[in-house]
């Protein structure tokens, strides 16, 4: 199969490609320039791996949570492109791809990931690694404020992995690791989504287009914000 995978949650805007098996992928580490990037870097990959838009099968799409604006980008070029090569979407969580990224480069069997939602509160998730290699989420993802996570870190007995938080130290010295902006692990990346579908079959999920769904948790965006707690 020949499937496209999209992920622009984060500061990355992240494309990839699975020609049977054969991967190509692109990443831009840049805050507030999918609009510019997305679609050139997807027509590039496609003309690295010498490929029309025509005969991709499916789209993976990470649905996040993260970025609102950088989410809808995301999604709605997913869309046109799905309406236009008539195939579904297959969406995954980006904090999935982020866990597997992370518990793969440390050697870890349990996370709980938690990643800077702004507004002085935490996205959290807790995953384990199963016998067949493959992590699942334990809990639902959830919204914290900063003083939950700091409990939650400090009562938890597994490792802990925190993305952002640059502007509380007392939170960031708390994590077992922190995001690397050197390495880049801790950012969603689209050639992750596509070896969690590859593994997990989540091509079985596919949707149609216009039943995609984003994993946004906060329903709320506007909110006054609040001081990091010490």
């Known amino acids: 199969m020949k499937i496209l995978a999209i992920d622009t949650s984060s500061d990355n805007c992240s494309v990839a490609l699975d020609i049977n098996n054969n991967y190509f992928e692109s990443n831009v580490f840049e805050a507030k320039s999918h609009t510019q990037v997305l679609l050139p870097m997807i027509n590039d990959l496609l003309d690295e791996a010498n490929i029309l838009m025509s005969e991709v099968d499916a789209i993976v799409l990470g649905i996040g949570p993260g970025s609102f604006i950088g989410m809808r980008i995301g999604a709605s070029v997913a869309q046109g492109l799905a309406f236009a090569a008539n195939v579904k979407i297959i969406p995954i969580s980006s904090m999935e791809a982020v866990a597997s990224d992370v518990m793969d480069n440390y050697n870890l069997n349990n996370l709980m990931l938690c990643q800077d939602a702004r507004m002085s509160e935490s996205y959290?998730?807790?995953?384990?690694?199963?016998?067949?290699?493959?992590?699942?989420?334990?809990?639902?993802?959830?919204?914290?404020?900063?003083?939950?996570?700091?409990?939650?870190?400090?009562?938890?007995?597994?490792?802990?992995?925190?993305?952002?938080?640059?502007?509380?130290?007392?939170?960031?010295?708390?994590?077992?690791?922190?995001?690397?902006?050197?390495?880049?692990?801790?950012?969603?990346?689209?050639?992750?989504?596509?070896?969690?579908?590859?593994?997990?079959?989540?091509?079985?999920?596919?949707?149609?287009?216009?039943?995609?769904?984003?994993?946004?948790?906060?329903?709320?965006?506007?909110?006054?914000?609040?001081?990091?707690?010490?």
Do not use: W
């Not at 919204?143 to 640059?166: A, P, R, W, Y």
């Open 124 to 230: 959290v998730g807790s995953y384990q690694r199963k016998k067949n290699g493959t992590i699942k989420l334990i809990s639902s993802i959830k919204l914290v404020s900063l003083i939950e996570l700091k409990n939650l870190i400090i009562d938890s007995e597994i490792d802990s992995f925190g993305i952002g938080f640059v502007d509380c130290p007392d939170i960031m010295q708390k994590f077992s690791f922190n995001f690397s902006e050197t390495a880049h692990i801790g950012y969603p990346k689209a050639g992750i989504l596509l070896k969690l579908n590859q593994k997990n079959n989540y091509i079985q999920s596919a949707v149609q287009p216009e039943e995609l769904m984003l994993d946004y948790i906060r329903k709320e965006v506007a909110k006054k914000p609040k001081k990091c707690v010490t």
